[in-house]
């Protein structure tokens, strides 16, 4: 390699990680720290379990990306259009990031505004499989543990600025930015704009540097039940000449769960169990992204040393500590939200981004979407169950437990999930076997 082609994948790879800073608006706002929130405290009328309502619709969301992942993956591998597809769910994320902005704090709005949450999940969930199926293009082995978290720690670093953003220019500024008021909450929303554009400008690098890749010669031309039989014989090849792989895409679509679940309801826990304001949630998503950030770049270096199944067990116990001791010491009041909440977010960026660092060292070439598309589909085949354990948890809580107030009770379902995935794990082979051409 030249020094000139050298220099060219360098730029290649600081745009692909760079995506992670553009998209962050999604995970950020959307997901965690503003929109949620907003909708349960703002949106939702009076007497509507808002915490349980957003469980259902993440269950849903879960339900029908299970059914397009894997059809994805595939189909961007054959057609070369593996980034063509990035960009376009890219760009319908900025649509629903606009479309938020029109859930005004109504309760005739709560219905609608759940259904942008939940379609928000699916097509963001729908572009990470492309993305992913990149990081192998752009890196080597290896430096392909510390690509991965620089770009994991990139797009914690986005999280901060935005929420900085929202919250000095927006949330609490006297006179909001562009003199926009706070009528109907409109300074909040507004936020939700600024976030579209975000992603809009920062996109432009990768769309720029990062190539397509070619076309293969002979494309497969499946139908969608045809690409189902073949990911079901993948599955079944799987078993047969790789288990330790398939045993992980079992155990780590679990546990990743578990991981979505600790920041999709994070800051829901916060607002309705700690009783949080929306500013105070930011100040934490704030703290918690830095954490997160240093998490992540801590974590890859270590994944390049140690490999990346032993830094998924250590963050996986490190998480179901911290999340046993947020129940658990729930009487002492916000302190234990800013410790515990902290020391989950410490964890949770190096297990994301190892997981996916873990798959790429056993994907053969030309074949990343579609083993990428297979790790969101056992993913997502199972993403239901962070909702349903969340709103499950509370459930059961309200009926044998009693009270006004039952959140707190959602985090069992959660650690419930990462215990099950750490098990799966430790039952992995620390080196899973390369993943044959057919």
């Known amino acids: 390699m030249t020094s000139k082609d050298a220099s060219t994948k360098k730029r290649g790879t600081f745009a692909w990680a760079l995506w992670d800073w553009a998209e962050q608006p999604y995970p950020t706002i959307m997901q965690t720290f503003i929109f949620p929130v907003y909708l349960a405290t703002a949106v939702a009328g009076a007497g509507v379990q808002a915490d349980a309502q957003l469980g259902i619709a993440m269950t849903i969301a879960g339900l029908l990306l299970a059914l397009i992942a894997p059809v994805l993956g595939r189909r961007s591998d054959d057609n070369g259009r593996r980034k063509y597809w990035l960009m376009f769910n890219t760009y319908l994320l900025v649509g629903i990031m606009i479309g938020s902005f029109f859930i005004k704090p109504s309760p005739e709005y709560f219905l609608i505004g759940l259904v942008l949450y939940g379609a928000g999940s699916v097509i963001q969930e729908a572009a990470l499989i492309n993305y ?6 752009v890196t080597t082995e290896k430096n392909i543990g510390r690509v991965s978290g620089y ?6 670093a986005g999280g901060i600025v935005l929420l900085a953003i929202s919250l000095v220019g927006f949330i609490m500024a006297e006179v909001p930015w562009f003199g926009i008021g706070t009528e109907e909450s409109v300074n909040i929303r507004a936020v939700f704009l600024f976030s579209a554009v975000w992603t809009l400008v920062f996109t432009i690098p990768l769309m720029l540097r990062v190539p397509e890749i070619a076309k293969k010669p002979n ?11 073949s990911i079901w014989a993948q599955l079944k090849s799987l078993r047969a000449q790789a288990p330790e792989t398939l045993k992980f895409l079992i155990s780590s679509a679990i546990y990743r769960d578990g991981l979505a679940g600790v920041f999709t309801f994070g800051a829901v826990l916060g607002s309705l169990a700690f009783g949080f304001t929306q500013t105070e949630i930011i100040i934490f998503g704030i703290a918690a992204n830095i954490v997160s950030g240093l998490g992540a770049v801590i974590g890859g270096r270590l994944d390049d040393v140690f490999g990346s199944r032993t830094i998924i067990i250590a963050s996986l116990i490190g998480l179901i500590i911290a999340g046993s001791c947020v129940f658990f010491f729930y009487d002492y009041g916000v302190i234990t939200y800013w410790i515990g909440g902290l020391a989950l977010c410490l964890f949770v960026g190096p297990a994301q981004a190892s997981s996916r660092t873990f798959v790429s060292r056993f994907t053969p070439a030309g074949r990343e979407g579609e083993v990428f598309g297979l790790y969101q589909f056992t993913g997502r085949a199972v993403s239901f169950m962070s909702g349903a354990m969340w709103t499950l948890s509370i459930t059961i809580a309200a009926v044998f437990v009693g009270g006004e107030n039952n959140t707190i009770w959602g985090i069992w379902g959660l650690m419930i999930i990462l215990i099950v995935g750490l098990f799966l794990l430790t039952r992995v082979h620390p080196r899973p076997e390369v993943l044959e051409e057919k």
């Open 132 to 137: 992913y199926a990149m990081l192998k293009s």
């Open 151 to 156: 770009a994991w720690a990139l797009g914690y």
């Open 219 to 229: 494309a497969r031309k499946e139908t969608i039940l045809q690409s189902y039989a």
